[in-house]
């Protein structure tokens, strides 16, 4: 017998970040989408134009006490450019315990402990500021402004609910 399970997850939309003398380099990269691609990768809900050739990495990272949240992070970086992200991360169970905001907090979290190593090493932190909410297609977001060393940029956050089967 198959039950529905809700589960959520949270995708970091588009998330840009940029050395000053790079911000420059990304309008020139941006007019010339030819070195771009789009990808839709299976088992998620988006499509993105990244760079030709992102490095995709996938994890299961241990979350709380008893929660395993599963990482997935696209990641397209140059020697002196920006840096272009999209992280998508599940496993915050959808229970009475959380609603969406307080399941949004938790993958901001999740998200702030786990994406600066991926950029800068073992010892990075994040900075994020928030900018403002937002929504995207129904879900409900976020924006912030992220400081990791050297890097400074955007993050767009959304909350996405999606119906799972299982047995």
């Known amino acids: 017998m198959l039950k529905r ?11 840009l970040l940029t050395t000053v003398a790079a911000a420059r380099n990304l309008s020139l990269a941006q007019s010339d989408h030819s070195d771009w691609q789009t990808l839709r ?5 988006f499509s993105i134009l990244m760079p030709k050739d992102p ?11 008893d ?6 992070l696209y990641l397209s970086t140059a020697a002196r450019g920006p840096v272009l992200a999209v992280v998508s991360l599940s496993g915050i169970k959808s229970t009475g315990a959380y609603n ?7 993958y901001v979290d999740a998200f702030k ?3 600066p190593q991926k950029v800068r090493g073992k010892d990075a932190v994040a900075r994020l500021t928030f900018v403002a909410d937002k929504t995207l297609y129904g879900n409900v977001g976020r924006e912030y402004r992220v400081v990791i060393g050297d890097l400074s940029g955007t993050a767009r956050v959304f909350a996405t ?6 047995p």
């Open 5 to 15: 399970r809700h589960s959520s997850s949270i995708l970091m939309a588009a998330l």
């Open 113 to 115: 402990n786990w994406f």
């Open 55 to 65: 490095k995709f990495e996938e994890s299961k990272e241990p979350y709380h006490r």
């Open 100 to 106: 969406d905001s307080s399941r949004l907090n938790s």
């Open 41 to 45: 990768p299976d088992g998620e809900e």
């Open 161 to 166: 609910r999606r119906a799972s089967m299982q």
């Open 67 to 72: 929660m395993t949240l599963s990482t997935r």
